[in-house]
């Protein structure tokens, strides 16, 4: 997904107890092969992280420990991710296709073209 390139699956597995805000990174995130890597964020991803954080608390369950959690107050589905992609492409008025996936090819071109070597994400 857009958040620091990551891969949907890998956005789905975040815990609330990962965003380290001393050093601005995501840490030990554990990819699709089973390596750990720290991922940067930008202070503004990270302003905006911490609020999710604090509304979170009136949604998450209380032994929830996913970073993003449904209204049900349980970790997030791949699905219901996708569903609001969908959603958010709708709001703004954007008629092209839209997914998770395409997020994260629009961030890896982004960073790319800002000189960000890509080689550094996963696969």
């Known amino acids: 997904m857009a958040l620091a390139g990551l891969w949907l699956s890998e956005v789905i597995a975040l815990r609330v107890d990962q965003p380290d805000e001393a050093c601005l990174a995501l840490i030990a995130i554990e990819g699709k092969d089973g390596t750990r890597r ?3 964020i930008c202070s503004n991803a990270m302003l905006l992280l911490a609020s999710w954080i604090e509304a979170r608390r009136s949604l998450a369950a209380p032994d929830e420990t996913a970073l993003f959690v449904s209204r049900s ?15 958010w492409r709708a709001a703004i008025g954007k008629r092209q296709h839209l997914t998770p996936h395409g997020l994260r090819h629009t961030f890896c071109t982004i960073s790319s073209s800002l000189g960000g070597d890509i080689r550094l994400l996963p696969a």
């Open 73 to 87: 107050g349980t970790r997030m589905s791949a699905r219901s991710i996708q569903r609001l992609v969908v959603r």
């Open 38 to 40: 720290n991922v940067e």
